[in-house]
Structure formats: C-alpha cells, structure tokens
C-alpha cells in the first residue's frame, strides 16, 4: 500500500471510530458482554446433530458406540449454550430489562433442554413423516432430513421455542434467523405450532410471534401468517394486543401466497384456504375459501 493511500485509509478509520463516539442506538461496544453469534450457532449445529445422528455421524453406528457418540455432542453444546445464555441474561439484567436470574439459572434451562430432547426427536418425527407423506416428490425419509429446508426450519424453531418458552432472551431469535438466512422461511420462536407441521417448498413463509397452529397443518410456499398494522402512537404495553397473529386449527391446508392477519382471525379445522387469498377475519371447520379468477 502507498503513503498516500495508507494516510487516506487512516483518515477513514478516524472517522469510523469518531461516529462510535456519537449517539447512535448502534454503538454498543460491550461486546464481551453479549452472546456470540457463532458460537451460538455452532452449538445449535451439535444439537441438531444430537437429533439427527444417524444423519450427522461420521462413524458406523451401533448400540455400544451410540452413547459416547451422542456425548461429542452433547456436552460441548450444553457448555457453550450455558455461556452464551449467562452472558444473554446477564447482559439484558445490567440494561434492566430483567430481573436477576440467580447464577444457576442457564445450567438448569440447558439441563431442561436436554431432558425435554427425547420428546423434541419425537415431534421431528412427525415433521418428517408430515414432509414424506405430503410432498410425492420425495422419495424417502432420509431425502426429507437431508434435503428439504422446511424441515430444517421447524427444527430450528423447535429448539428457539422452548428457549423462548423459558424466557432466555437473544438466543432463540439468533438460532430462527439463522435458519431464516438458511431456508428463507421465517419462524418466530414464540409461535406455538403443533406436531406434524409440514411446509412445502417453504420460501417467503412467515409465521408470527403470536401465532397458533394445531396439528397436520401443511403450508405452501409465500404464505404470511401475520399481524395488522399498529399505529406507532399505540405500541405502547397495554394497548398492543397479547394476540396479534392468527389461529390455525388441526388439518388445514394453506396454499401458495395466501395472506392470513390478525389475532382474533381464526382458520376452523379440516379447512384449505387457496392460493393468494388474502383474510382478515375467521372462518368456520371445514371451509374452502378460494380467490375469486380475474
């Protein structure tokens, strides 16, 4: 690099630093204190491995070496999502945005997690089942788990869900936009969504904070899920409603585009609601809403 360039590029890096001496909402330099994002995403990895180890594992496996495999694991997980959630809590404590945890407190979410994980693999299941019964492109189950990102989305949701239900904060929302960065499907992790979920195709799917799912529920690609637009004067606690997003009873089927909004519209089971049909209120158990033709 030539003198001028080195000074010009000095210059530069003066003014880069100046601006963090502004008052920018951006300028956080605690950076020790808050999560990392790759670790935590590295240790999302080994849980999903966890779940899946038949797909993830680089060795044969059997009954006598499936234990050790499953602790490769398991525990460089546990220990970082430990740090990663301490440093989460601890950062949004000293913001005042939470009361004290106690000092055990991510230890025991994590050790929460890793029970609850068995019941978790049980739930995937009946995603995968969901994706090989309803997709007749797929040809096998082990094609579901390797290929199809809808899958991959649920069970980044899954994980960032009971997180959530817990009340860690950051961590969830960086495990669901990595899996939205990774698929294109955008899961909130406070949305409650039943077994046996399947999305289709998946890109552009957005599902709400807010939102209720049942069971055998399938969903085509561009479908929202959202909530009505709220006046910034009303976004204030006690006038932004608890329920923003919609209901979506057991056995329905949402198409490509559809657009459903709002917290007290409520799609009835056994329901199919067509592609680009776009719905602001509810409709009874076993309905057909299709968009009129032009």
Known sequence: MSAKHAAALEAAIDLLAGSYRGGLEINNLKSADLPN???????YSQLVSSLFIGFYSKRALNPDNLRHTLSEAIYPAFETLVRQIERATTYEEAMGRREPAGSDWSAQVMLKLMSFLPQLRESLNSDVLAAYDGDPAVRSVEEVVFSLPGLRAITAYRIAH????????????????????????DIHAGASIGDHFFIDHGTGVVIGETTVIGDHVKIYQGVTLGALSIPRNQRQPGLIPSKRHPTIEDNVTIYSGAKILGGETVIGRDSVIGANVW?????PAGSRVMRPAD
């Open 37 to 43: 994002r790759k670790a935590v995403i590295d240790a």
């Open 162 to 185: 009971f997180l959530h239900a817990e009340r860690v904060p950051i961590i969830p929302r960086i495990i669901s936009e990595y899996a939205h960065s990774q698929t294109g499907i």
């Open 279 to 283: 719905l602001m209120h509810s409709v």
